[in-house]
């Protein structure tokens, strides 16, 4: 049996396409032939990110403008991509926003979006895209984080958020380990994308090139984990080379 299956001709959605390391995966993924949903709250975007796609891959793509926190809209973005490619082969629950700051100064409206989008929206997601997954043996990947792993002085909510994700991964996979389905965590540290830091300046802005990964590199993390047949990644932590040094 080969140790890496083609992503030629597969079906992936990926969640927060519109920037960073979702638009990053979505070129990784489509190098490699796989026809790309793209999902996110910027039409404009999306479409030329899929116009991009199409020239430099010749794959088909979907737009599909997704708001993650509302369930009924997540359902649709996979019944569609079911609809649009044959089946799905891979989720990349990607999309993460984080808000506000300390526990003491956080608003009620920064937790509640922290929480909808990080874990309401891997949940539906997630669950909407099982049966098909098991359909396919599919392939599964959230993206968490290093503020996922260890305790660090700011932003817990958004931190906790993370545990979370990789909690709730580990045991789905617990779940649908059994059914085939692959099951990956990838735990960045700092990447230079639109993600705002606890300052609120984007890690683009904050960080030169060279500091800290780029949306490229967890891409390819995401792209190789896809690949793993029949074994699969658990989980893979993709830090800046001083990350322990200095945390
Ligand atoms: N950058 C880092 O340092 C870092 C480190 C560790 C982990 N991560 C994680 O990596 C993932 C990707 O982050 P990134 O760095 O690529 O940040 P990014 O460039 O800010 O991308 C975030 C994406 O999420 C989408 N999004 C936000 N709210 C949404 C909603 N309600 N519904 C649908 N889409 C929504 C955004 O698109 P729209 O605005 O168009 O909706 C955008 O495409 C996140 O889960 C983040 O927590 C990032």
């Known amino acids: 049996m080969a140790a890496e299956q083609s992503l030629d001709g597969q079906s992936a959605i990926v969640t927060g396409a519109s920037s960073g390391i979702g638009e990053a995966t979505a070129h990784a993924l489509a190098e490699d032939g796989a026809n790309v949903a793209l999902a996110a709250r910027r039409e404009e975007r999306l479409e030329s990110i899929a116009a991009d796609l199409d020239d430099a891959h010749g794959v088909d793509t979907l737009v599909a403008p997704t708001n993650v926190r509302d369930e009924d809209a997540v359902d649709a973005l996979v019944e569609e991509t079911v609809d649009a490619f044959g089946g799905l082969d891979l989720l990349v629950n990607n999309v993460g926003v984080v808000a506000g700051d300390s526990v003491d100064d956080l608003t009620t409206e920064a937790y509640r979006t922290m929480m909808e989008v990080n874990v309401d929206g891997y949940f539906f997601a997630t669950r909407a895209a099982l049966p098909h997954l098991r359909e396919s043996s599919g392939t599964l990947v959230f993206i968490g984080s290093f503020a996922g792993q260890y305790p660090r002085?700011?932003?817990?909510?958004?931190?906790?958020?993370?545990?979370?994700?990789?909690?709730?991964?580990?045991?789905?996979?617990?779940?649908?380990?059994?059914?085939?389905?692959?099951?990956?965590?990838?735990?960045?540290?700092?990447?230079?994308?639109?993600?705002?830091?606890?300052?609120?300046?984007?890690?683009?802005?904050?960080?030169?090139?060279?500091?800290?990964?780029?949306?490229?590199?967890?891409?390819?993390?995401?792209?190789?984990?896809a690949k793993q047949d029949p074994s699969m990644v658990s989980e893979l932590d993709l830090y800046r080379r001083d990350k322990l040094t200095f945390f």
Do not use: H, L, M, Q
């Not at 960045?188 to 090139?209: C, I, L, N």
């Open 153 to 225: 002085p700011f932003n817990p909510v958004y931190a906790a958020t993370k545990w979370w994700v990789r909690g709730f991964a580990k045991s789905v996979s617990a779940d649908a380990g059994e059914d085939d389905v692959a099951v990956t965590t990838i735990n960045p540290a700092e990447v230079r994308s639109e993600f705002a830091s606890e300052t609120g300046e984007s890690f683009e802005d904050r960080f030169d090139e060279g500091a800290v990964s780029e949306p490229a590199e967890i891409a390819d993390a995401v792209r190789f984990a």
